[in-house]
């Protein structure tokens, strides 16, 4: 009797493991599947295993990300991801957190508590099935196996081989390699044009493109590109109503080889390929990226450029850009290299009417470096020795920049780039002895070295920095302002810290 029980529930489970596996080989799973956001958690794999949808372990452990990604390669690098209602919150979702297939909503993602917090949705029908295409494209069928929902038609930052985006269609970047909530950077068709361009938060309002595809045609709008496509062999194109084709892909693309175009976080837009076969050096190269230069194609207009204010781009020889503070500045925000940098010097016009002087300041020289808005003068024609002794006595002069005649620069300063075909120089002014070479870096918020405090309280209250205060009066005001009524009873001038600071930045903003 007991082995015949065995027998039984052996048997029961080898149907069981038979049934799962022909689940497993056709890449489709019926309504009511879940997966659990856990270490070791198990994903839904497309027929030949190339793509997996599920949940994927951040750097911080106890954070999943519902995904997908190749499944092959040792990177699993993600090409998917569930943004969240809000994208620009951190889509990462805690352990314990659930993705369920439903036959009203398609995929819901749920937190441990049970709590919605996406929901592929946006569809009329009843699912039946989700199946994880070999393409890399999740896909919602109902009975009839018609589709319902695709991920390839709410692309995230990557588009694969199939995949078109249409004229509505939007590619996002993420926030940094590893945070994917919405990033700054995005890909879509404007009048005919396939675009980039950044945008700010948090409204979103778009800047202008640093990227335009050209196929745009004002006298008839049907030769206007409208399809971005990428052909199952790995060669992308913006397909003209008339059927004209241009391509993004140059020359020939490698065969056997995984394809993706990614809208990488630092706003290029990247074609690249991996060997599928395991043996060779395995990584991402890239074939081809737009635009071809970032740090000089987004010049114009308002933001702060690829990188941060004050900050200086530089482009690898991949086409990245790479951001650096100038000598005598630091990040804002220590952990976002390509945030803004502030001077760890104060700068600016003095409010009890000493301006400044030659035997105050001196600069730092930058070869080929400029930023070519932030202007509110020009000299021309000037000495180079003229256009610093004007910058130097002038407590309105950040930044002044020889090339073809002399542009006085105030702070902040956007679109900060190396640029070898300039042929000019930046002069950056810095107050003598309290300058890059001379002192140690300015604290700021972030570091609280307690020694030091009293030096930057100081200064936010008595100091006239402008843009130095300014950054720093939301974090050290209320305290400082404290500090200080300590010691006099009163801040100076009479006003409160905060109104002394508005108008220091006011005066400069003029
Ligand atoms: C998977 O993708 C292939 C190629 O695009 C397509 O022919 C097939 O119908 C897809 N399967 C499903 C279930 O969508
Ligand atoms: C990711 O970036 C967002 C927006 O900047 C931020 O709110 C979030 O905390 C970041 N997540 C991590 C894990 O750093
Ligand atoms: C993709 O486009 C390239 C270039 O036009 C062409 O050679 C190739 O045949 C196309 N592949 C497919 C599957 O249509
Ligand atoms: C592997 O390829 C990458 C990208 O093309 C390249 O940067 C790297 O140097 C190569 N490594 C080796 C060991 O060839
Ligand atoms: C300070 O500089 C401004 C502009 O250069 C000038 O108009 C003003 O007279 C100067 N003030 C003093 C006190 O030197």
Same mark, same amino acid.
């Given at each position: 009797?007991?082995?015949?029980?065995?027998?039984?529930?052996?048997?029961?489970?080898?149907?069981?493991?038979?049934?799962?596996?022909?689940?497993?080989?056709?890449?489709?799973?019926?309504?009511?599947?879940?997966?659990?956001?856990?270490?070791?958690?198990? &994903?839904?794999?497309?027929?030949?295993?190339?793509?997996?949808?599920?949940?994927?372990?951040?750097?911080?452990?106890?954070?999943?990300?519902?995904? +997908?990604?190749?499944?092959?390669?040792?990177?699993?690098?993600? !090409?998917?991801?569930?943004?969240?209602?809000?994208?620009?919150?951190?889509?990462?979702?805690?352990?314990?957190?659930?993705?369920?297939?439903?036959?009203?909503?398609?995929?819901?993602?749920?937190?441990?508590?049970?709590?919605?917090?996406?929901?592929?949705?946006?569809?009329?029908?009843?699912?039946?099935?989700?199946?994880?295409?070999?393409?890399?494209?999740?896909?919602?069928?109902?009975?009839?196996?018609?589709?319902?929902?695709?991920?390839?038609?709410?692309?995230?930052?990557?588009?694969?081989? %199939?995949?078109?985006?249409?004229?509505?269609?939007?590619?996002?970047?993420?926030?940094?390699?590893?945070?994917?909530?919405?990033?700054? /950077?995005?890909?879509?068709?404007?009048?005919?044009?396939?675009?980039?361009?950044?945008?700010?938060?948090?409204?979103?309002?778009?800047?202008?493109?640093?990227?335009?595809?050209?196929?745009?045609?004002?006298?008839?709008?049907?030769?206007?590109?409208?399809?971005?496509?990428?052909?199952? &062999?790995?060669?992308?194109? +913006?397909?003209?109503?008339?059927?004209?084709?241009?391509?993004?892909?140059?020359?020939?693309?490698?065969?056997?080889?995984?394809?993706?175009?990614?809208?990488?976080?630092?706003?290029?837009?990247?074609?690249?390929?991996?060997?599928?076969? &395991?043996?060779?050096? =395995?990584?991402?190269?890239?074939?081809?990226?737009?635009?071809?230069? +970032?740090?000089?194609?987004?010049?114009?207009?308002?933001?702060?450029?690829?990188?941060?204010?004050?900050?200086?781009?530089?482009?690898?020889?991949?086409?990245?850009?790479?951001?650096?503070?100038?000598?005598?500045?630091?990040?804002?925000?220590?952990?976002?290299?390509?945030?803004?940098?502030?001077?760890?010097?104060?700068?600016?016009? =003095?409010?009890?009417?000493?301006?400044?002087?030659?035997?105050?300041?001196?600069?730092?020289?930058? +070869?080929?470096?400029?930023?070519? %808005?932030?202007?509110?003068?020009?000299?021309?024609?000037?000495?180079?020795?003229?256009?610093?002794?004007?910058?130097? @006595?002038?407590?309105?002069?950040?930044?002044?920049?020889?090339?073809?005649?002399?542009?006085?620069?105030?702070?902040?300063?956007?679109?900060?780039?190396?640029?070898?075909?300039?042929?000019?120089?930046?002069?950056?002014?810095?107050?003598?002895?309290?300058?890059?070479?001379?002192?140690?870096?300015?604290?700021?918020?972030?570091?609280?070295?307690?020694?030091?405090?009293?030096?930057?309280?100081?200064? !936010?209250?008595?100091?006239?920095?402008?843009?130095?205060?300014?950054?720093?009066?939301?974090?050290?005001?209320?305290?400082?302002?404290?500090?200080? =009524?300590?010691? %006099?009873?009163?801040?100076?001038?009479?006003?409160?810290?905060?109104?002394?600071?508005? =108008?220091? /930045?006011? @005066?400069?903003?003029?």
């Amino acid at each position: 009797m007991a082995s015949a029980i065995f027998t039984l529930m052996f048997l029961a489970t080898m149907v069981l493991l038979q049934l799962m596996a022909v689940a497993q080989t056709d890449g489709s799973k019926p309504v009511g599947a879940s997966i659990t956001a856990k270490d070791d958690a198990p &994903s839904w794999l497309s027929s030949s295993g190339e793509f997996a949808f599920g949940f994927r372990q951040m750097v911080n452990k106890d954070y999943f990300l519902l995904s +997908i990604w190749y499944e092959k390669i040792p990177e699993k690098t993600v !090409v998917w991801y569930a943004t969240g209602e809000d994208p620009t919150d951190d889509p990462a979702v805690s352990r314990g957190s659930k993705v369920e297939l439903t036959a009203d909503s398609g995929l819901v993602l749920t937190d441990p508590q049970g709590n919605r917090i996406w929901s592929s949705g946006g569809f009329l029908g009843t699912v039946s099935s989700g199946v994880m295409n070999d393409t890399g494209n999740f896909v919602l069928q109902d009975r009839n196996s018609d589709r319902l929902w695709e991920s390839f038609t709410h692309p995230t930052d990557t588009l694969l081989p %199939t995949q078109i985006m249409e004229a509505t269609g939007i590619v996002s970047s993420r926030r940094t390699e590893t945070n994917f909530s919405l990033g700054r /950077f995005q890909l879509r068709f404007l009048d005919g044009n396939l675009v980039l361009n950044a945008m700010n938060f948090p409204t979103k309002f778009a800047y202008d493109a640093y990227y335009t595809s050209q196929t745009s045609d004002d006298s008839n709008s049907f030769n206007s590109g409208y399809q971005l496509i990428f052909n199952e &062999s790995g060669y992308m194109y +913006i397909l003209r109503r008339n059927g004209q084709r241009s391509y993004l892909t140059e020359g020939t693309v490698p065969t056997d080889f995984y394809h993706r175009a990614t809208l990488n976080f630092d706003g290029v837009f990247t074609q690249y390929f991996y060997p599928k076969a &395991s043996s060779g050096n =395995r990584s991402w190269s890239s074939v081809w990226s737009r635009p071809d230069n +970032i740090c000089v194609g987004m010049g114009s207009g308002l933001g702060s450029g690829v990188c941060g204010f004050n900050s200086i781009c530089d482009l690898k020889a991949d086409k990245r850009p790479e951001c650096n503070c100038p000598k005598g500045f630091s990040l804002l925000d220590q952990n976002d290299k390509y945030g803004s940098c502030i001077p760890d010097f104060e700068l600016g016009c =003095r409010s009890d009417g000493l301006n400044s002087t030659e035997d105050q300041y001196d600069f730092t020289e930058l +070869i080929n470096v400029d930023w070519p %808005t932030s202007d509110y003068e020009r000299y021309r024609p000037y000495t180079e020795e003229e256009c610093r002794k004007s910058c130097l @006595n002038d407590c309105l002069c950040s930044v002044a920049i020889f090339r073809d005649g002399c542009w006085k620069k105030k702070l902040p300063l956007s679109n900060g780039r190396v640029n070898t075909g300039m042929n000019g120089k930046a002069f950056l002014k810095f107050p003598k002895g309290s300058g890059p070479l001379d002192r140690p870096p300015f604290q700021r918020p972030g570091e609280k070295k307690k020694s030091d405090t009293k030096l930057i309280t100081g200064s !936010v209250v008595l100091g006239t920095s402008v843009f130095v205060n300014f950054v720093l009066v939301g974090t050290f005001c209320l305290t400082s302002s404290f500090i200080y =009524r300590k010691k %006099t009873e009163k801040t100076p001038e009479g006003g409160s810290c905060l109104e002394t600071n508005l =108008r220091t /930045f006011s @005066n400069y903003d003029q």
